[in-house]
Structure formats: structure tokens, C-alpha cells
């Protein structure tokens, strides 16, 4: 069979023997669903544990709205515009609204970039300003959660008396979700909170975490998200073809508790059996591999011990600009991590749960095949992968390791799909 990668038309097709195809797998296209600008309304009329935003709205002075960056497909500019409108109503003029690009350890994003998130109405109206997470001048320390991360946040969150987030709920490696209290922790905070958290997750496998609602990361964010004040969220659920199907508003928990349940309705998938071989892309996340990993999250949960996993994403930025230390060491399993940051020669708990969450994959679990125009062959080896120059070349390097009669799955829309083992 010819399969094409549908989201990365510059990757050529593969062909894959009828005999070794288990399947091709994809997240839930909703062919009947209504019209957007009513999913974005009837969600904002029927908040979860809530007042409606207008109504939450009244009294207050300053208003901030956290939004997800160009890392996220989130379609903010069908969103925005009904949740100013309802803040508007609520009395609050647009000169006291104020965005903050919840960027956790992302780089900036250029001014083309705002825009093409944003829209150009947004950005000619309302201030629009990047969390720069290094800079200690920008954060409030809040003290620690009963657990004992340290809570260092964006000022600009405690200074306003209503703080609103804008995201997507996806599953997630590091958190089992997207969307909630996640837009505060990572997403505003500083280094310190989110290397506590990260490194946190990076005691369970993927396994354990991928696609779970309830679970002690989520816990934790949910602190540091209430402690910091976020009062309402609007999160999207989108299909595979990248529109939204449901909009979930109100008290940050709870309705991330349901949006997380019709999310996992769109992204999880069932498939028959573990597969010797996992053929992915990254789709959305490709920007660069510290984003491109959550292709590899995916096919962990549906390759076989002693399996491989080829990867196709086109990482146009390379490794990780904003965290060197990932190529530096490459990844690896959890105990080489552990022994680098006990003798200090490795500080960054962020980049180290990185480290640990993809070398638990292709370190221990199986092996992995990158393809991939952003990233050189050595750098590819450098990071533990055995680099190919394209999907064909990448699929008989696989056959070679698992055996001509390997059993094959393909997943698309790998950044976020969530594959299940039927029974």
C-alpha cells in the first residue's frame, strides 16, 4: 500500500507491503459539527462551575488573557473576538485588556508570527507582550505548593484581578493533557517551576501519563494554576482536520476535566495489537524536535519492546534553540540523566525530564529512525536516532532490524494522537 504523509506533503509516500500492514490510524474527523462561531458561543454561555465571563467580569480593572504560542495550532483568532465581545459587555473596555503569550520555555516569537497568531485587528488594539521566562524581573515568587515546587510566575499575572487562558486540549506526555491550569505552569512561570514539574513526570513512563486525565503532574499544575489566580479558561478540542468541535469555558479544573474527556474522544484510537514497526509524524508539533518528540510519545504506546519507531517531521529549526544541552547529550535513559544531575554537571530539570521522556523510547524501549530536512545526520545520531533520508530509506532500515515479515502501523497526526490497545 502507497501512504502518503498528508500533513507533510515535502516527505514522499511510502510503500508498505499489504502482508506487514496492520493499519493506518488518524484521530476523529466530525463531519457534522456546527458552525464554529456557535461552538465558541455556547461554550461561553454554559461555563463549567462558573459565572459567565461577563458576569465574572463586572467590578474588576485589569484583565489578562494568557494564550498559547505558535507551538499550538489553537485558531485564537476565531476565538478571541466572542471572549472580548463578552468582556466588553461585562464592562470592561478593551484599553484594560491585556495579552501575555504563555510561551513556558519556547523562544519568542517574531512580530510576523504575532500576527499570524493573533490576527492584525488584535494586534493593532491590545498590548501584546512574550513571558520571558529567564528574566527574574518579570516573576513573582508565590512560595511552594504543599508538594514543594517553587512557584515563580509572570508579574503581569498577579497584577491583574482577572486572568483568563486560551489553549487546546490535546493528549500530553508530561501532563496527560493539554489545556487547564497548563497555560500558568508552563506556560508563565519560570524556569525553576517548570523544571520541578517536568522532572516530576519524568518518574513515570509515557505509558502512565499519556492520556491520563487525573495524575500527580496535573495535581501539581493545578496548585501552582490556582495558587497564580487563573480564573477562566476557554479550551478548544479539535479534529484531525484541525477544527474546532467543542469549546469548553469556566473554573480551570473542572472544565479541563471535561474537556479532556470529549479530547479523548477525538484522539484516542484503538488499534489491534503492539507493532515490531511504528512508522510517525509529529503533525502539529514540528517546529523543531524539543516540539517533534510528541511524535515518539505517540508511537511508544503502540510499538513492541525491542520494536523500532521511524519518525518523519520536518523540524525546520533544528534541535531546540532555546536548550542547547539537548544535543550537547543526546537522549538517554532515566539512570544516565539521574547520574548527571547528582554530580551537578547537569542543572536544567526541564531539558533533563526531556531527555529522560524520549530516551526512555528510543533508548530502552526500541529503536528509533529519524527523517527529518531540519536536522543533520550527525545531529540525528548525536540525539540517539539512526537518521535516514527519507520515509522509504527509513521503512528498510526498520525491516532490517525487525525482520522482512515485521508487523507495521502507521499513525498520522502523530503530535497528538492517542493510540489504545483494543481489549
Known sequence: MRIGFEKYRDFPPITIDDRNLIGVFAPRYVKDRRPVGEIIRLGLENPLDSPPLAELARGKHRVLILVDDNTRNTPVQEILPPVIAELNRGGIENGRIEFLVALGT???MTAEETEAKFGPSICKTFAIYMHRWQDEDQLYDLGKTERGT??????????????????QIVPHRVVGYSGGCKIVQPGVCGEVTTGQTHWLSAEFTGEEMTGTIE?????????????ANLGFIVNAVMDNSDEIVHVVCGDPVAAFREGARLSREI?????PERADIVVTDSYPADIEMWQASKGIYAAELAVKEGGVIVMV??????????????????????????ELLDSGELTDLTVAAHLVHVGRVIREKATG?????GIKRRESEKLGFIPAENPQEALEL?????????RIIVLQHGGHILPAVHG
Not at 150 to 167: P, Q, S, T, W, Y
Not at 369 to 373: F, G, Q
Open 398 to 406: 526498520a525491516l532490517r532490524i525487525a525482520g522482512r515479515l515485521a
Open 369 to 373: 529512525i529519524l527523517v527529518s530536512s
Open 150 to 167: 517553587e512557584i515563580l510566575v509572570n508579574r503581569r499575572v498577579m497584577e491583574a484581578d482577572l486572568v483568563i487562558g486560551v489553549g
Open 313 to 338: 517531521s520536518p523540524c525546520h529549526e533544528g534541535v531546540c534553540a532555546t536548550h542547547p544541552d539537548v544535543l550537547k547529550y543526546g537522549y538517554l535513559p532515566y539512570g544516565a540523566v539521574r
Open 106 to 108: 519556547h523562544r519568542e
Open 267 to 271: 484522539f484516542a484510537v484503538e488499534i
Open 215 to 227: 495524575n500527580p503532574v496535573r495535581e501539581e499544575i493545578d496548585r501552582v494554576g490556582v495558587r
